[in-house]
């Protein structure tokens, strides 16, 4: 599932190819995936251009010339495609705008969970979806302060989205295991030092991915990444890694290096 590296990854490629082009067409194959009648997106869109990309965790909101800014959720399988020949249409590319420069812009969506929403203003929206600031741009403190409120599972907080917008759960596992916690530690017993490690964590994964394009392959050899499942080996212990349930949610961490 496309997380905050895979979507600013995402943002880079839509500033790069598709910001002020006048937008002349839209194709919507399967208008589940839009949250209002496409009359209200033609309305929006056509004739309008993009003019700039604002992430907040998995949330893209692509500025317009236009009063509406368009907001792309990419669910599990979702992504942008920029192309010209009418012919290379991806196959899943479900949602297609066309530019006046003949070229077109597909959102492509395989499992159909990503979806188009369009919104007046995007402090308004963060807030009525109770999403926290971006996780790449949360300060220590701010995170200090969202977690002296919660008594549970730190690997359920940090998929909180109205805590750590934008990290979901390989990112959670992959924080926890570089900061050495156990993913069903309780956040009420946490030291200020504990809280720290987690959050230096968070931004090193972060920074990390985003380096990388999001390539798992290419990160460093000590990512559990690489070693994410079952049976597989931990790189700092030799261990087993194990899976759990946390929160509903697969989890997979190194009981010898992650002691609870």
Known sequence: M????EVHGYKIYIDSTSLHKKITALDCRDKRLLKKPVSDFEKALLGESLTETVRIGKYLFLKTTGPKILLMHFGM????NYYKDPDDRPKFGHIVLTFENGFHFAFENKRK?????????????????????????????????????RKTDIKKVLLDQSVCAGVGNWMADEILYQAQMHPKQKVEDLTETQIKTIYDA??????????HD???????????IHNRKEGATCHHTGA??????????????????QKL
Not at 77 to 80: A, E, F
């Open 2 to 5: 496309p997380e905050l590296p």
């Open 77 to 80: 399988t979702g992504r942008p």
């Open 113 to 149: 969970f990503g979806w188009w929403e369009l919104v007046d203003d995007i402090e308004d929206y963060q807030t009525s979806h109770n999403l926290s600031k971006d996780a790449r741009e949360l300060s220590l403190k701010e995170f200090k302060e969202t977690l002296a409120t």
């Open 202 to 211: 968070m931004q090193h994964v972060i920074e990390t991915a985003i380096e």
């Open 214 to 224: 999001a390539h798992y392959a290419d990160f460093p050899e000590d990512f559990l």
């Open 240 to 257: 087993e890694i194990e899976k759990i349930k946390v929160g509903g949610r697969s989890t997979y961490f190194s009981p010898k290096w």
